[in-house]
């Protein structure tokens, strides 16, 4: 499933990409994808942020791009969370 850690991921490669880049034409290279890496990933971020304000408009308060479902673990019942407000 795709979700912000999905994004967080393929920046953190793009990264080790351009880090493993030796020769000067493999870096520009290198460059040019991550910058449009760089512009996705922002476009992602972005709808992440109207996705939140949507949730807060609407009194929701999970989503499934931002934060991925898990199941609980044999034994475990529930979670409890605690939130600042």
Known sequence: MNHISTVRQHLLDQMQALRSA????AVKVELERA???SDLAQTAVNSAKV???YLVATEQTESEFIAQKQELPNGIVG??????T
């Open 51 to 53: 996705e939140v304000d």
């Open 79 to 84: 979670i409890v969370r605690h939130r600042l």
């Open 22 to 25: 030796i020769t000067p034409e």
């Open 35 to 37: 910058k449009g890496i």
